[in-house]
């Protein structure tokens, strides 16, 4: 469906800048400063450097949201000499201040103390969950289509907020790996004219539990077991499938995490949901009941099980770099945020699905989801502790025009993330932090307490008064004040009860299960048999089938011969559901730009042909790497990114052969495994390039390469017929042709299912 014109004017316009940026910036992103360093020591005093040109600190604007009238950069480190945190000046910082060179350290060594004292408290206590997070600064551009709905300021047409997303991982301390199969936090702080709102969701759009009494028993049964605190990040361990199995409510968020969903490929490429249903109020005070989602524009992608293992190990950090490279690399992530709306009917339910139990979606097919703004991640932090770690998102941190809804596990988290944020950041001015400050003005009343950075004014912080001239005064909703919808409550007993229709908690699994294309539910039934298998308690594998058999008696069968159980008697029959198309990943297109390309060198290599193929793909939108045996250029203007000793096939979208390069000086196993991995090997061929094109076929990526690589998948076992498997002399056919297979993101066809 076509978009509106101004939809269309706003999204061209942000390609315009996307492109120019691509242009201005460094084609391959990683760099650690904005300066090459050095070969010696500087030593001639200078100010700091300035930030890399991806990155964005937050606004200047002061602890009550008044402009500042600084540049971004006003809180860094100034001067160009070390001093104390008093802005003395300092002339050693390697030595203690001692009696005599061998002698005692000295008390009086306040320098020492300082540092000390600083780096002893330079840890806060970490999120209990989402605690592993990257982040990045952007742009929200409302496309004025929820006018209609909401009389919130930031989705009027034209309007532009600043905002600032984090994404996380659940289960996993900070130091834990970004691949592990988990659900991913969503958090979005947009810096509205009318104060701030978050939307803070999943990429899952439904959740194990449906009341916050329950969090703290999901939560504990995910985490590590406490006796070995093992295992990390992960939930294939029996306290969580002991809980799932017996609290089923658990049954539908654990079969999206079995899914794909579990395993994104990229933060570029995961959907968002609000998960809750929320209220928008719109000019007049009517009410619709809306659910959130954001929609990535580079669309839904995954990784396959062995490359997030692989990657657990190559690169932890595998998610986050992917995120900052991309928008140092100028290609901006893009996600379309949407809502589907409902009737705000007194009983809040839809097409017999209550609106009020987080553990159900609403299929797309019943309720369309309309876009009604463009988010544009734009900067990197310049700081990770001052923003992505400081941060603070909480739900009830509401503009007018949005409002919440009586979900009780929403209920939960209005009390849950304002207690934590006090915890963690050390009192109650936690939004006076750089990064939560809003960008509206502040006049609270509130006063005093830890970290107090404003300097409060007047004599009289209480309502009502007369000695500050009666100020703040109250607003009313013309004045854009919130006003709680006055929504009817229903006469009602004090009760520990759910409505009963909380009670079903199969169907909505089934339909997930009914909507995933083949490939997809071979993707589950592996998962399953895989967390299973790690599960010590056979009769905690046995619960599990019970309840799979409640979802689908193929699921339940095929997970049952992997543990080598039998299949449980059947029960109740499966729920008689309509399958969702929208759930699936597979079957659309979607654009190649940002995709990392891995082109394969050898130290022979024509460097003309090389910087032609390199100029393709940075002319289709691609990040281009160029693999060779050792770092050694192949030119001035033709660095070598990744060595074959150091990278694996789960770093790159899709390879390009550009020559098959024969043994390299360390492709031996005594000093790099790798060389093993190729039983026999060829004598004239880099083991280890072997090994990275035949994990690449088996991911099912896209490869193509120039004349010499036929020897190259020959040695790798690859039919080069097989579909998305290219072979030519033209490199720019080469880049084309793998353009093409990328916008359905892996060749699925090359690997059927068994029966299709």
Not at 1 to 24: F, G, S, T
Not at 233 to 251: C, G, K, M, P, R
Not at 350 to 374: H, N, S, Y
Not at 533 to 540: G, T
């Amino acid at each position: 469906m076509d978009k509106p014109a101004p939809v269309k004017k706003i999204i061209d316009a942000l390609a315009d800048v996307a492109e120019a940026h691509r242009e201005e910036v460094r084609p391959t992103p990683g760099a650690p400063s904005s300066q090459p360093p050095s070969v010696a020591e500087p030593v001639e005093p200078r100010p700091p450097l300035p930030p890399k040109p991806d990155q964005q600190a937050p606004a200047g604007v002061t602890a009550t949201g008044r402009s500042a009238g600084a540049p971004t950069d006003a809180r860094a480190q100034n001067g160009g000499y070390l001093t104390t945190a008093q802005g003395t000046r300092v002339a050693d910082s390697d030595h203690s201040l001692k009696a005599g060179p061998r002698g005692p350290v000295l008390l009086q060594d306040h320098h020492l103390r300082e540092k000390i004292t600083h780096f002893d408290h330079e840890r806060i206590p970490e999120r209990v969950v989402h605690a592993r997070g990257a982040a990045a600064h952007g742009v929200f551009h409302g496309y004025g289509t929820a006018t209609a709905v909401s009389r919130a300021a930031f989705l009027a047409e034209g309007a532009q907020t600043p905002v600032f997303v984090r994404f996380s991982t659940v289960l996993g301390s900070r130091g834990s790996a970004d691949t592990v199969r988990d659900t991913r936090g969503f958090a979005t702080k947009f810096y509205t004219t009318e104060g701030v709102f978050d939307l803070v969701g999943n990429n899952i759009p439904v959740f194990f539990i449906q009341d916050a009494i329950k969090f703290p028993d999901v939560i504990h049964a995910g985490k590590p077991h406490p006796d070995r605190e093992i295992p990390q990040a992960q939930s294939a361990h029996d306290t969580f499938w002991d809980f799932v199995s017996l609290h089923t409510e658990a049954t539908h968020h654990t079969i999206w995490n079995m899914s794909d969903r579990g395993i994104p490929r990229s933060y570029r490429m995961m959907e968002g949901f609000g998960v809750h249903t929320f209220r928008l109020v719109d000019a007049d005070g009517a009410s619709t009941l809306v659910k959130f989602h954001w929609k990535p524009k580079a669309g839904v992608h995954s990784l396959v099980w062995e490359e997030a293992q692989l990657i657990g190990g190559l690169d932890p950090d595998f998610h986050r770099r992917d995120l900052a490279d991309a928008i140092e690399a100028g290609n901006f992530p893009q996600w379309e945020l949407g809502i589907q709306t409902f009737p705000d009917t007194p009983d809040q339910t839809f097409e017999g699905i209550d609106l009020l139990d987080p553990t159900k979606f609403v299929p797309e097919e019943l309720a369309p989801v309309r876009p009604i703004g463009l988010m544009t991640l734009n900067a990197n932090p310049t700081n990770f502790f001052a923003e992505t770690e400081q941060v603070a998102f909480h739900p009830g941190h509401l503009v007018p025009g949005i409002d919440v809804t009586d979900d009780p596990l929403l209920a939960g988290r209005l009390f849950s993330y304002l207690d934590t944020q006090i915890s963690r950041l050390g009192g109650p001015n936690f939004a006076q932090i750089p990064v939560n400050r809003t960008h509206a003005p502040v006049n609270d009343m509130l006063r005093d307490g830890f970290h107090q950075d404003a300097v409060h004014e007047g004599a009289a912080p209480y309502k009502p008064n007369s000695l500050d001239g009666g100020c703040p005064f109250f607003a009313g909703v013309g004045e854009h004040a919130f006003v709680e919808h006055p929504t009817p409550i229903a006469a009602a007993a004090k009760v520990r009860e759910a409505p009963a229709s909380f009670g079903d908690h199969f169907s909505q699994p089934r339909l997930f299960w009914l909507s995933l294309t083949p490939v997809e539910r071979e993707h589950v039934i592996a998962a399953y048999t895989f967390e299973l298998s790690k599960v010590y308690e056979q009769a905690i594998k046995e619960r599990v089938l019970t309840v799979l058999a409640r979802i689908d008696a193929q699921l339940c069968r095929e997970v049952a011969t992997g543990l080598g159980l039998p299949v449980p008697p059947t029960g109740t029959a499966p729920a008689d559901v309509a399958p969702s198309p929208a759930l699936s990943q597979l079957g659309g297109r979607w654009p190649a730009t940002g995709r990392v390309l891995g082109i394969v060198t050898a130290t022979t290599s024509n460097p003309d042909a090389v910087r032609g193929v390199r100029e393709a793909a940075l002319a289709a939108g691609l990040s281009p790497l160029l693999i060779g045996p050792t770092g050694a250029p192949l030119a001035d203007d033709l660095a070598v990114q990744r060595t074959l000793g150091a990278t694996r096939s789960v770093e790159f979208d899709a390879l390009l052969v550009a020559d098959a390069p024969a043994p390299g000086a360390d492709d031996r196993g005594a000093r790099d495994a790798k060389a093993g991995a190729v039983a026999g090997g060829r004598p004239t061929l880099d083991s280890r390039a072997v090994l990275l094109v035949n994990e690449a076929y088996r991911h099912a990526k896209p490869i193509a390469g120039l004349a010499d690589a036929r020897v190259l998948w020959a040695a790798a076992g690859i039919d080069p017929q097989a579909p998305g498997v290219f072979t030519g002399t033209d490199g720019a056919r080469a880049v084309s042709a793998l353009v093409e297979d990328l916008g359905t993101h892996r060749v699925w066809e090359r690997f059927p299912p068994a029966g299709h």
